[in-house]
């Protein structure tokens, strides 16, 4: 390679130096990139955002209405600096997209997170032809396979029915923005009502104003029959779960959706009755597939087991190398919005 | 297998009792008996020999997954249990799915931008199904029984090709937690978190019999050496008799034990019922100072006093001009030590004997240390040298049935009698444990500094009114246990692993090290750990002379989450080079390690080896230097005290 990588690490986060602009900044820059709208990606503070169309909603009302914001939809592209940009489907949450950069012949994808399974609340991750392939590897190990969503939307109808009929209230854990609303669109509405935590609300609304079908929810406060509450499956953040919010769904059976749940110390140690394994990310097949249909020559690694996922690809005879996040080489224990 | 399949879940996920016992009675309710004594029989603690090696499973698992060793590893690593790591590892039915889907997606997506022959090109990056794997879509589902005997069992006499193929399509068969458990059971190693008294709860709630009823049942029915059968299970859930009342009010009027304890066990093959042993009653370790002795358990003159032996506790079964020896662990030794079969020949019939086996060599004063035991355990055949060299005695404490009857209700100072009758009157070579007399409890305390030298624990205190219990249970009297404090060292972390399960991302295992000569100051010392964190050999030259560390024990419990947490930050700070999952440690932390025993060793370049090692403590306060050292632990092994 004869000229500079077109994109690279510097503190603030990936930059692109021939467009002077960054994608998903952990610190304050002049000019943002956003791959969605999941707090660790988006942060507040930069002077301009740039993010697909269907983040609008709430990249407003989670970092601010005021934010100076330019919105793509999928596809389209515009030139920042005399480099092309443009946004593409990442199936990770409503709005998710990787980020095609093109300059001077040279093309450079940044997943953002992605998922290759299907999702009835988001378009599906579609592969971009790229020489350079920024991947995110949150679930980089071959024991993270998941099963079809099919199969775990109804061992978790199974259970709630169950619940319902020995009379307690089924409580699921899960992350508020994406897996709330993709366990929504697989649950069976005929067993009894749903109640969603106020931190799900609005990120039910915004998926609605969206239009993406949802089933109709209630807030605990307007749930106005008590005896609706031993028959609900009510979904709430892990934080909520465990806080005093929760006490009013006494004997609650508690579960917990992530793709952390798939391993049984994991399941044992969060102390859930219920661990689901339903996951935003990318399992190792799927990080597999997604690599190889982008036809990249060099893949650079983020986000979790990268020198596992870096090994490999190498091993694979793919030129890989990894950015190394301000987390550190343990960031793979935290849970971070990793869902 | 699916129907255990989801018991083990249930089982795994809840943390109620009540749940637990519930899971497990909805299981009886719907297990054949074959499958159900099997269950049974792994729930309640049996293990059946290893069928496969381990090893091999790693192996086969990597080719079936096409990952290398490496990768494996690092799952390893993650996961923290090698049954989950294998069983999640293998492809899954739904990864057909999602890369499927995947190549649906990019042939949709780049169908106008990649030529179409890049498209026919199948992934390389993933591992592909195992042949066979759709189509296996509708699998039969074969009860344990059928899995265990018919499927796994014969694996072990199967060449390995042979084995590798069929371990192949069962594992293609199977879901992951399918998976899981046929490899735990085929490795060994299954554990679940229910206890044996829930499953006997369980099962006595199911059948409607007195749990301890269903214990007496299942005494040896977890022996590792022969396989639970249907007969057997019906047999331990049968219905009591209603004309069989108590044992005990009927070992009053002599009836004979078997005809009491077991009406209709012509049903079954008599040489199980007849050399069943009884539940062995536990003991306690003391949990107050000798201060309290007085108040809390009155007079000695209340109590047995026996030493605490160091051996393998057992029950000695003599029924039919038989005799069954049994562990602690329900295992049947009896092959183990024909001595003691042969010394059982001139004990009457209708008796069973609780008591220690021990190694003692001819006109020794004292029994020999419980490594010899051990090794002689180890040997696969008894050779004329190993009996010569490792003899063994059964030194009888307790006696729990006699002339047929059950005794267990008699108590501690009858039985005594009874015994000391039994042993006298029989010339035998079993060994009565002496009473041991002392006005106060001071005066035993004295007594009890002795123990090491008389190559015992400590002592046993049974209350001479109790009657003998069952398990834990201390409803009956209590045994305790009071034993000589551990033996403690000073030493150095050289090596370090990560835990397992709950510690996974821990490193928990350490290798400690004592120096191999006192250094003679604090500046020779670091000299060596500058060598050491530098990669450099040590030089030529006698243990003695060339001061270096000489790694002796493992441990891997004692610290509490916090201090492990600690230590783990300063393992990874100071990793000087990583092997696989051990890496080697700057040496910078002293631990106090506490041990019940030591024996001389020669598979240890230390010589040496410490029994149950444990960490007691970090000694923040002690400088490298003034770590012990090999000749510290040399003098223990006479009997010495270094403290
Ligand atoms: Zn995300
Ligand atoms: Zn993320």
């Not at chain 1, 978790?156 to 020995?166: C, F, K, V, Y």
């Not at chain 2, 209590?478 to 551990?486: E, S, V, Y």
Request: net charge neutral; glycine share 6%.
């Amino acid at each position: 390679m004869t000229t500079t990588d077109l994109i690279v690490l510097r503190a603030e986060g990936l930059y692109c130096a021939a467009g002077d602009f960054f994608i998903d900044p952990w610190r304050p820059v002049s000019r943002a990139v956003i791959t969605h709208a999941h707090a660790d990606h988006a942060r507040s503070g930069h002077s301009r955002y740039l993010a697909h169309v269907k983040s609008e909603g709430i990249l407003r009302t989670r970092i601010g209405a005021d934010i100076a914001l330019q919105t793509l939809e999928y596809g389209e592209s515009i030139s920042i600096n005399n480099v092309n940009v443009s946004l593409h489907p990442a199936g990770h949450v409503l709005g998710s997209a990787q980020v095609r950069v093109e300059n001077e012949g040279r093309v450079w994808v940044a997943s953002g997170d992605y998922k290759v399974a299907p999702d009835a609340t988001c378009v599906p991750f579609e592969p971009v032809r790229c020489d350079t392939f920024i991947t995110e590897s949150t679930f980089g190990l071959p024991v993270y396979r998941w099963r079809d969503d099919a199969e775990v939307f109804a061992e978790i109808n199974t259970w709630w029915a169950e619940n319902r009929d020995a009379n307690r209230p089924t409580m699921l854990a899960c992350y508020s923005f994406g897996k709330a609303q993709r366990i929504l669109s697989g649950l069976d509405s005929s067993i009894g009502p749903v109640i969603v935590h106020g931190a799900v609300d609005p990120l039910n609304r915004a998926y609605r104003a969206a239009g993406v079908a949802l089933p109709e929810t209630k807030l605990v406060s307007e749930v106005t029959d008590k005896a609706d509450i031993n028959r609900a499956l009510v979904l709430c953040p892990p934080s909520a779960s465990a806080s005093t919010w929760a006490n009013r769904f006494k004997n609650a059976s508690v579960g917990f959706a992530s793709g952390w749940m798939q391993l049984r110390g994991r399941r044992r140690m969060g102390g859930y009755d219920r661990g689901f394994v339903l996951s935003d990310h990318a399992d190792w097949p799927g990080l597999q597939s997604a690599i190889k249909a982008t036809h990249a020559s060099r893949v650079i690694v983020t986000h979790g087991y990268e020198a596992v996922m870096t090994r490999w690809l190498t091993e694979q005879g793919l030129e890989a190398g990894s950015f190394k996040t301000e987390y550190g080489d343990d960031a793979k224990e935290s849970t971070h919005d990793a869902s | 297998m699916k129907r255990f399949s989801l018991l083990f879940q249930e089982l795994d996920r809840s943390t109620a009792t009540l749940d637990k016992v519930a899971a497990l009675k909805r299981y009886y309710a719907d297990a054949s008996p074959a499958d159900a004594a099997w269950a049974t029989y792994f729930l309640a603690g049996g293990k059946p020999r290893q069928v496969v090696k381990t090893a091999e499973l790693r192996v086969l698992a990597r080719e079936v997954a096409q990952i290398p060793e490496w990768l494996f590893e690092e799952a390893y690593q993650a996961v923290g249990d090698l049954a989950e790591t294998i069983a999640l590892v293998l492809p899954t039915h739904s990864d057909a799915g999602s890369l499927s889907l995947a190549e649906r997606v990019r042939e949709r997506v780049l169908a106008d931008q990649v030529p179409a022959e890049d498209c026919a090109n199948r992934d390389t990056l993933s591992p592909t199904l195992p042949p066979g794997g759709r189509e296996q879509q509708v699998r039969i589902d074969a009860g344990l029984a059928e899995w265990i005997e018919q499927r796994l069992l014969p694996l072990k006499s199967l060449d390995e090709t042979e084995r590798a193929k069929l371990i192949r399509s069962y594992w293609n068969e199977l879901d992951t937690t399918g998976r899981f458990l046929l490899t735990k059971l085929i490795g060994g190693g299954f554990r679940v978190g229910v206890s044996k008294l829930l499953v006997q709860r369980s099962l006595a709630e199911h059948a409607g019999v007195d749990p301890k009823r269903i214990a007496e049942r299942m005494m040896g029915f977890t022996d590792g050496t022969r396989s639970p059968t249907a007969n057997e299970f019906l047999r331990i859930i049968r219905a009591e008799n209603s004309s069989t009342t108590n044992a005990n009010s009927e070992s009053e009027n002599g009836a004979s034990i078997d005809a009491s304890r077991e009406p209709n066990e012509a049903l079954s093959e008599p040489t199980e019922v007849n050399g069943q042993p009884y539940p062995f009653f536990l003991a306690h370790q003391i949990p107050f100072a000798l201060a309290a002795f007085d108040e809390k358990l009155g007079p000695p003159s209340d109590w047995i006093v026996e030493w605490k032996y160091d051996g393998i506790r057992a029950q000695i079964v003599k029924r039919s001009d038989r005799v069954f020896i049994w562990s602690r662990g329900e295992e049947l030794m009896t092959d183990r030590f024909p001595e003691i079969v042969e010394q059982a020949n001139a004990l009457p019939n209708g008796m069973v004997l609780d008591g220690e086996i021990l190694v003692w060599k001819e006109g020794a004063a004292q029994p020999a240390p419980f490594a010899l035991l051990q090794q002689r355990i180890g040997r696969k055949t008894l050779t004329k040298k190993v009996l010569a060299d490792a003899p063994v005695v059964f030194m009888a404490y307790d006696v729990l049935e006699n002339e047929q009857r059950d005794l267990r209700q008699f108590v501690q100072r009858e039985r005594r009698v009874i015994l000391e009758k039994l042993l006298s009157q029989f010339a035998t070579k079993y060994l009565l444990s002496p009473n041991i007399a002392g006005q106060a409890w001071q005066d035993l305390e004295t007594l009890r500094s002795e123990s090491r030298v008389r190559g015992v624990e400590g002592f046993m205190l049974k209350h001479r009114d109790a009657a003998y219990g069952t398990g834990r249970t201390k409803a009956d009297g209590t045994w305790w246990k009071w034993k000589i404090d551990p033996m403690t060292i000073d030493c150095v972390l050289i090596y370090a692993q990560a835990g397992h399960g709950r510690r996974a991302s821990l490193y928990t295992d350490y290798t400690f090290a004592v120096w191999s000569r006192a250094p003679r100051d604090a500046a020779e010392a670091q000299q060596v750990i500058d060598n050491i964190a530098d990669g450099k050999p040590v030089p030529e030259g006698a243990m003695t002379d060339v001061l270096q560390l000489v790694p002796f024990a493992k441990a891997y419990s004692g610290l509490t989450d916090e201090e492990f947490k600690r230590v783990d930050a300063i393992i990874r700070k100071n990793t000087i080079n990583k092997f696989g999952p051990v890496r080697s440690v700057k040496p910078s932390l002293v631990f106090e390690l506490g041990f019940e025993g030591i024996n001389e060793s020669t598979r240890h370049k230390s010589g040496i080896a410490v029994r149950f090692p444990r960490m007691l403590r970090i000694r923040d306060d002690k400088p490298i230097h003034e770590a012990n050292s090999l000749s510290d632990l040399r003098s223990m092994l006479l009997g010495e005290n270094i403290a």
